[in-house]
């Protein structure tokens, strides 16, 4: 008989479908079909580089098991099966061997960059309360438009209140909607993944609420349009319906409780979400100490989310730089541009410890914003290689785009 093994698996329950495991899998052991996203136990050697980007957790789960199960397996399941208990005794060895792959790809990740680290001063988040069998169940408090009515992005900002039950978030957490019905297949709908917008103590504080940033998204195809299945389901909510959410996700891209932590927020369209809710929670505490630095890119005013709001804050709580990619009057600016008209701040923000660095939006922008930042640091004799690899490894550095 075979000696058990400990087979890596992804909990179809929880996973978004994101992609971000089988992005990141250096070897390739990451797959999916149109229902699940597997691994497959043949190519799979536990390095563990997927673990910390899934948003989710559904990546870290594990199985003792005589014989792997095969992707074909993986691919029908609704649910993760249960530990077979006989089986579960090796557990011990197999968390031992755990351990000494975690110890040897420390030191793998040193210098590296690192795995991504919740910052030092963040509190503790709540993680994985409500699963799709048993999600809480929240009110739509209000579903407002954000976006100028003229403009052809409809982005809307939806409160939801979950009543009695306890839904603890902190900024820069996620939640999942579980949209109703069935695709074409007869399947559930997966369950997506949305930023919460407001801070800890609620959108309307103390009153157990939250608030999304939702897009409607339409894909064409063929030129034929296609309502994205949960951004229609969340546009077109209506105040008092009743929503399944499940969640909270993130354990990483949390801002520091510190008052005197920096805080530079890079992101484009929906992705201001987190950013909202750390502004937010800095201007109910009255925090002045640590400076907030947001770059943000929208394609017009009109398309910038909470526009209207931000204006209104005070330099003295943040400084905006908001850029425009589709102006009739101006060059298209990106908010990697913006910043290396800004090298000055930028480089005395990157030579203080206490500053942290949020990128939030499209993937496209990842590679802009870090070429950006190498430019600067090279133009004050910086390395930006080490230096985002120190902030990594010491939760100053998070990145979440998609
Ligand atoms: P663009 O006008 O070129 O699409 P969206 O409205 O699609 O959510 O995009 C938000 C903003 O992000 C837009 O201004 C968009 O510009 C801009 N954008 C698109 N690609 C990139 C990129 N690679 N880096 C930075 N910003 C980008």
């Given at each position: ?15 978004i479908?994101c992609?971000t ?32 980007p899934c948003p989710t957790g559904a ?115 996620s ?18 993944l ?55 996700f993130g354990?990483?891209f ?146 979440e785009?998609y």
């Open positions: 008989m075979s000696a058990p093994l400990r087979q890596h698996l992804i909990d179809p329950e929880i996973c479908r992609n495991c089988e992005e990141t899998c250096p070897i390739n052991a990451v797959t999916h079909n149109e229902d699940n996203y597997v691994v497959d136990a043949a190519i799979c050697n536990a390095c563990l580089d997927c673990i910390s990546i870290d789960n594990w199985r003792i098991v005589k014989q792997p199960y095969s992707l074909e397996a993986q691919f029908e399941w609704d649910e993760l099966p249960e530990q077979e208990e006989d089986l579960d005794e090796a557990e011990g060895d197999a968390e031992a061997r755990e351990e000494e792959v975690q110890s040897l790809l420390a030191e793998a990740h040193e210098g590296a960059g690192g795995q991504a680290r919740a910052p030092a001063s963040a509190s503790k988040p709540s993680i994985n309360l409500y699963s799709r069998a048993e999600p809480a169940v929240a009110t739509v408090a209000g579903n407002f438009r954000i976006t100028h009515q003229d403009s052809k992005s409809d982005i809307r900002h939806i409160v939801l209140d979950f009543g009695p039950q306890s839904f603890p978030v902190l900024e820069g957490q939640i999942g909607i579980i949209p109703p019905g069935t695709d074409e297949r007869g399947r559930p709908y997966h369950v997506r949305y930023s919460v917008a407001s801070p800890r103590d609620g959108e309307r504080p103390n009153h157990n609420n939250l608030s999304l940033t939702v897009k409607r998204e339409v894909t064409y195809i063929g030129g034929i349009p296609h309502p994205g299945v949960a951004s229609s389901y969340l546009c077109d909510l209506q105040k008092g319906e009743q929503v399944q959410v499940t969640g909270p354990n990483s949390l801002m520091p409780n510190d008052p005197e932590a920096n805080i530079v927020m890079i992101c484009t369209g929906t992705g201001s979400a987190p950013f909202r809710a750390m502004t937010e929670r800095r201007r109910r505490r009255r925090e002045t100490a640590g400076r907030l630095l947001l770059f943000f890119g929208a394609r017009t005013p009109g398309e910038l989310p909470y526009f209207g709001p931000l204006m209104k804050l005070p330099d003295s709580l943040i400084q905006k730089e908001l850029c425009f990619s589709r102006l009739a009057d101006k060059p298209k600016e990106y908010v990697q541009d913006r910043m290396l008209q800004r090298p000055e701040v930028v480089a005395e923000l990157l030579q203080d410890e206490k500053t942290h660095i949020y990128v939030c939006g499209l993937k496209g922008m990842e590679s802009g914003v870090s070429e950006a930042l190498e430019s600067i640091c090279r133009g004050k004799g910086l390395d930006w290689q080490t230096l985002s690899a120190d902030m990594r490894e010491n939760g100053r550095f998070h990145v785009t």
